[in-house]
């Protein structure tokens, strides 16, 4: 069974940091992408960060320059260090990652459960 599972949420002051992390198991052949999503109440899933094997990165623009999404490729982990943190940040955290498994064709896509962070002073 392959999956993908989030830590790291919590709750933080305006102004503060946290750092997310989601790790990938199970028979994993590849990775090519892993990212970072967030839904806030009565909004839609976006997208907050993504990274491909090869190190290339895209970031939302609402997080640029407070986000930093990374990637440990031996380890079939990400993380999202979030610096600077706004009330507008709270969300839940999803984590997905684009894998090929063993004995597999063909990439599909896997979701984590999600992470909750708020921030909120």
């Known amino acids: 069974q392959v999956q993908v599972v989030e830590s790291g949420g919590g709750l933080v002051q305006p102004g503060g940091s946290l750092r997310l992390s989601c790790a990938a198991s199970g028979s994993i052949f590849n990775i090519y992408a892993m990212g970072w999503y967030r839904q806030a109440p009565g909004k839609q899933r976006e997208l907050v960060a993504r990274?491909?094997?090869?190190?290339?990165?895209n970031y939302a623009d609402s997080v640029k320059g407070r986000f930093t999404i990374s990637r440990d490729n031996a380890k079939n982990t990400v993380y999202l260090q979030m610096n600077s943190l706004k009330p507008e940040d709270t969300a839940v955290y999803y984590c997905n990652a684009n894998l090929r498994v063993v004995n597999t064709t063909g990439y599909l896509e896997l979701w984590g459960q999600g992470t909750l962070v708020t921030v909120s002073s």
């Open positions: 990274i491909t094997r090869s190190g290339s990165t």
